[in-house]
């Protein structure tokens, strides 16, 4: 062993670019200059084009399907229906029951009918006008008393799924109670009780990229899906059944993905375009338009919440009494999970001793609703935070106070019965936001004042010029779970390779994750550096040939997949440190004293000496591990009490918003939207602003604009003409404080950060909107019209 020197200064501090810094995305470039590839790009040379012919019905029998016309269209390769399916007929995220062409009856309106493969898009689209469907109007499932009424129409008749014998009616997806304390006594105790009703609309997603992918067939039999989703390999467990083929010939690589939020976790034309593919022995494309985008996936659940407070007489909260209604739509999808998490999370992030919730969802005629960034908690964020506005006023006291009395930390016990065994700073992160200094308050006097329109509620509409413009200030806090919960075996995989390329380290990480614009690949690449000191970091498209990561979503992919490369990266480390022993010759004591670690492409010594180039010790053969990371266990709630070690990991995100109304017009202006959370480890800090920011966004659009119109089952703003979603002309300041207060059951000390801020986001502008105007508001989204009738 040659004698060591001095490592520089400049290496002794972690890799560049590894965990802990705000490392440059490696598509950000790429997606901001419009160069990014998405999978509505797909092209191959030979390729059909798909089309689905939706029912226009939101429930109907069908008695009959013509495709003689449509299959004598010129340009027409194929024309599927129920009968040309060549296995099982149904699929779903947890309960099978999801038809993948309906056969009998349509539920809802835009569910898909038949299918047609074509030589060119409109081809596809025009033949598909041309099959004669012979439908049946049934009547209507639309809300809980139609659905669970003595006479109603059973949707799933003869459900045989886990949930159903815990459901109170055939059309109750799942039911889900939590029960703790004693009510009477607490009602004894008791000297104010608020009661309240809340509604929450149907949000969309709304990601900008449209539901696509392109469908091979192989020369195996098989079939390769080039898709953008969520979860390659439950997309892969669904399809197998549905195409008759073992999964190893399902094979799916992620593609582009223009954002998904939850609406990429159930399948859209994953089947259809592999069915179609696998008949006409050609590639298959298919690509909705925004139209179609509206019926091919889920949306949040719309909610109509009953909330009951009781207080003692100085603020603390003695009981809540809650019963939350989801529509799930005419198929499960998660409601389940979504139930659970309602149910779990209803009371918010308080301590409250005694509690009697009860959380179910319901089939209904109306579109499918499954996961959304906040996935449950979004809707009783809104309630139960309108509620402790409403208990503050009745008391005569400062929201904020009321908050804080109450506020939850670590140790507490959950309504489930669950400890909180890490930071819960609630106090805390609710001190930030209401000490932070207000905008300054402006003056709009008469409209030659040279005001910027922008500025004004309604913006560049000019519809306002400030004569009654008023401020109004409101606050919340709300708490979400990460990663998956109940019992749900929840874990990733990932393989990372380290070998010599051009004479440099270079290190590989291959994960199955979907990468949907959350920055996961960016995360990867810094743990990588982080773990075995090199910079040169490659990430292997996602695809089904390793382990399953899981989905992109519940806050997880930093958490669990993150966890998976960094174990496999200490693997891969372990293996490179006892070659490295081996090559320079070193006796094993003196390598445990000398506690060598790879940084900045050397072998550092704990004393700082550089003992090796990592190139001279890796040498010609590549190191490799494969690795799976799962969190610490949970366990299913119980189905009478709702106790049980439901959730691995809480998330806490506090607001403040300032806005201006124009109360004569309904016109608001959010000014300001302010936000503390505590993420446990910022690994990439810059990421994190971006999510709090997104998130904040996003429950901005529910509280004043976003939602989809249902009338007698049918969509009537499938377009994002009708659907507003917020601007950058409409998105406020966003001021942040982040605190990095780890977790120890977490890889770094993380905790998921992307969903919490969409929780408390929407009942802060709605409560500031209320001060602003007096008015009782329950309802969001927040229309004009709420603020301006009598």
């Given at each position: 062993?040659?004698?060591?020197?001095?490592?520089?200064?400049?290496?002794?501090?972690?890799?560049?670019?590894?965990?802990?810094?705000?490392?440059?995305?490696?598509?950000?470039?790429?997606?901001?200059?419009?160069?990014?590839?998405?999978?509505?790009?797909?092209?191959?040379?030979?390729?059909?084009?798909?089309?689905?012919?939706?029912?226009?019905?939101?429930?109907?029998?069908?008695?009959?399907?013509?495709?003689?016309?449509?299959?004598?269209?010129?340009?027409?390769?194929?024309?599927?229906?129920?009968?040309?399916?060549?296995?099982?007929?149904?699929?779903?995220?947890?309960?099978?029951?999801?038809?993948?062409?309906?056969?009998?009856?349509?539920?809802?309106?835009?569910?898909?009918?038949?299918?047609?493969?074509?030589?060119?898009?409109?081809?596809?689209?025009?033949?598909?006008?041309?099959?004669?469907?012979?439908?049946?109007?049934?009547?209507?499932?639309?809300?809980?008393?139609?659905?669970?009424?003595?006479?109603?129409?059973?949707?799933?008749?003869?459900?045989?799924?886990?949930?159903?014998?815990?459901?109170?009616?055939?059309?109750?997806?799942?039911?889900?109670?939590?029960?703790?304390?004693?009510?009477?006594?607490a009602r004894a105790r008791t000297e104010v009780v608020v009661s309240g009703e809340y509604e929450v609309g149907m949000q969309d997603q709304a990601f900008l990229g449209p539901e696509s992918g392109l469908a091979v067939p192989a020369e195996d039999g098989g079939v390769d899906l080039y898709i953008a989703t969520q979860w390659l390999h439950v997309d892969q467990r669904q399809l197998a059944p549905v195409l008759g083929l073992p999964e190893e010939k399902v094979r799916l690589t992620l593609s582009g993905v223009g954002g998904a939020f939850g609406a990429r976790e159930d399948l859209s034309m994953q089947a259809h375009a592999c069915l179609l593919a696998l008949h006409t022995g050609r590639p298959v494309k298919i690509v909705y338009n925004r139209y179609e985008s509206?019926?091919?996936?889920?949306?949040?659940?719309?909610?109509?919440?009953?909330?009951?407070?009781?207080?003692?007489?100085?603020?603390?909260?003695?009981?809540?009494?809650?019963?939350?209604?989801?529509?799930?739509?005419?198929?499960?999808?998660?409601?389940?999970?979504?139930?659970?998490?309602?149910?779990?999370?209803?009371?918010?992030?308080?301590?409250?001793?005694?509690?009697?919730?009860?959380?179910?969802?319901?089939?209904?005629?109306?579109?499918?609703?499954?996961?959304?960034?906040?996935?449950?908690?979004?809707?009783?964020?809104?309630?139960?935070?309108?509620?402790?506005?409403?208990?503050?006023?009745?008391?005569?006291?400062?929201?904020?106070?009321?908050?804080?009395?109450?506020?939850?930390?670590?140790?507490?016990?959950?309504?489930?019965?669950?400890?909180?065994?890490?930071?819960?700073?609630?106090?805390?992160?609710?001190?930030?936001?209401?000490?932070?200094?207000?905008?300054?308050?402006?003056?709009?006097?008469?409209?030659?004042?040279?005001?910027?329109?922008?500025?004004?509620?309604?913006?560049?509409?000019?519809?306002?010029?400030?004569?009654?413009?008023?401020?109004?200030?409101?606050?919340?806090?709300?708490?979400?779970?990460?990663?998956?919960?109940?019992?749900?075996?929840?874990?990733?995989?990932?393989?990372?390779?380290?070998?010599?390329?051009?004479?440099?380290?270079?290190?590989?990480?291959?994960?199955?994750?979907?990468?949907?614009?959350?920055?996961?690949?960016?995360?990867?690449?810094?743990?990588?550096?982080?773990?075995?000191?090199?910079?040169?970091?490659?990430?292997?498209?996602?695809?089904?040939?390793?382990?399953?990561?899981?989905?992109?979503?519940?806050?997880?992919?930093?958490?669990?997949?993150?966890?998976?490369?960094?174990?496999?990266?200490?693997?891969?480390?372990?293996?490179?440190?006892?070659?490295?022993?081996?090559?320079?010759?070193?006796?094993?004591?003196?390598?445990?004293?000398?506690?060598?670690?790879?940084?900045?492409?050397?072998?550092?010594?704990?004393?700082?000496?550089?003992?090796?180039?990592?190139?001279?010790?890796?040498?010609?053969?590549?190191?490799?591990?494969?690795?799976?990371?799962?969190?610490?266990?949970?366990?299913?709630?119980?189905?009478?009490?709702?106790?049980?070690?439901?959730?691995?990991?809480?998330?806490?995100?506090?607001?403040?918003?300032?806005?201006?109304?124009?109360?004569?017009?309904?016109?608001?202006?959010?000014?300001?939207?302010?936000?503390?959370?505590?993420?446990?480890?910022?690994?990439?800090?810059?990421?994190?602003?971006?999510?709090?920011?997104g998130g904040s966004a996003q429950g901005l659009g529910l509280a004043v604009m976003e939602e989809i119109q249902v009338v007698d089952g049918l969509v009537r703003n499938p377009s994002f003409t009708d659907y507003l979603i917020p601007t950058i002309l409409d998105t406020p300041t966003m001021p942040l404080d982040v605190l990095e207060l780890p977790d120890p059951h977490a890889p770094y000390g993380l905790r998921g950060a992307g969903e919490a801020p969409t929780l408390s986001s929407t009942p802060a502008v709605v409560a500031a909107i209320r001060q602003a105007t007096g008015r009782d508001l329950r309802r969001v989204p927040v229309r004009p019209e709420h603020l301006t009738g009598t």
């Open positions: 062993m040659s004698a060591p020197t001095r490592v520089p200064d400049s290496l002794t501090q972690r890799t560049r670019d590894g965990v802990g810094t705000s490392s440059p995305r490696p598509d950000g470039t790429l997606k901001v200059t419009g160069d990014f590839a998405y999978s509505s790009d797909l092209w191959h040379e030979d390729m059909l084009w798909g089309h689905t012919l939706r029912s226009p019905h939101a429930h109907a029998a069908i008695l009959g399907v013509d495709v003689t016309e449509a299959l004598r269209h010129p340009g027409v390769y194929a024309v599927l229906t129920h009968q040309d399916l060549p296995a099982a007929t149904h699929y779903g995220l947890e309960i099978e029951d999801q038809p993948v062409l309906a056969s009998d009856r349509v539920r809802f309106q835009g569910e898909p009918v038949a299918l047609v493969a074509a030589d060119h898009p409109e081809t596809a689209r025009r033949a598909a006008e041309k099959i004669r469907v012979d439908y049946r109007p049934l009547p209507l499932v639309h809300d809980e008393p139609s659905a669970v009424a003595p006479d109603a129409p059973l949707l799933h008749p003869g459900r045989d799924d886990h949930h159903a014998g815990h459901a109170p009616h055939p059309n109750v997806v799942h039911r889900q109670p939590i029960v703790r304390g004693d009510l009477d006594a509206f019926f091919g996936h889920v949306h949040r659940h719309p909610a109509k919440l009953s909330y009951e407070h009781g207080a003692t007489a100085d603020g603390t909260l003695t009981y809540v009494r809650a019963r939350i209604v989801l529509d799930g739509g005419a198929y499960a999808s998660s409601s389940p999970a979504v139930v659970g998490n309602a149910a779990s999370l209803s009371v918010g992030p308080y301590v409250v001793d005694c509690v009697d919730v009860e959380a179910i969802a319901l089939y209904t005629n109306n579109p499918p609703c499954g996961a959304m960034r906040g996935f449950g908690a979004v809707q009783a964020c809104f309630a139960y935070e309108s509620q402790m506005d409403r208990l503050a006023e009745r008391l005569g006291m400062d929201p904020v106070e009321l908050r804080r009395r109450n506020a939850m930390s670590q140790g507490t016990i959950m309504p489930t019965g669950q400890l909180v065994d890490s930071s819960a700073p609630v106090e805390e992160i609710l001190r930030r936001v209401s000490e932070r200094p207000l905008p300054p308050e402006r003056q709009w006097a008469t409209p030659d004042d040279g005001v910027d329109v922008r500025e004004l509620p309604g913006g560049l509409s000019n519809t306002s010029h400030g004569e009654g413009v008023v401020r109004g200030v409101g606050y919340a806090v709300g708490i979400k779970n990460v990663g998956f919960s109940e019992g749900f075996d929840d874990y990733s995989t990932a393989r990372v390779r380290l070998e010599l390329m051009g004479g440099e380290p270079v290190v590989m990480v291959h994960t199955a994750m979907a990468e949907v614009g959350q920055g996961g690949v960016t995360v990867h690449a810094q743990i990588a550096r982080t773990e075995l000191g090199v910079s040169q970091v490659s990430i292997h498209p996602a695809n089904t040939e390793v382990g399953s990561a899981g989905s992109t979503s519940a806050s997880r992919q930093t958490y669990m997949t993150g966890g998976a490369v960094r174990v496999a990266c200490l693997a891969v480390r372990d293996q490179l440190l006892e070659r490295a022993r081996t090559t320079l010759d070193v006796e094993a004591a003196e390598w445990e004293r000398l506690a060598p670690r790879p940084e900045d492409g050397k072998l550092v010594a704990v004393d700082g000496r550089v003992l090796a180039d990592l190139a001279d010790v890796l040498g010609p053969e590549p190191l490799e591990a494969d690795r799976e990371f799962r969190h610490r266990p949970t366990e299913p709630f119980d189905l009478v009490t709702g106790q049980g070690f439901g959730h691995v990991q809480y998330s806490f995100c506090a607001h403040r918003a300032v806005v201006e109304v124009d109360t004569e017009l309904g016109l608001v202006k959010v000014i300001e939207l302010a936000a503390a959370q505590d993420v446990g480890k910022a690994v990439n800090p810059q990421a994190v602003e971006g999510q709090i920011h």
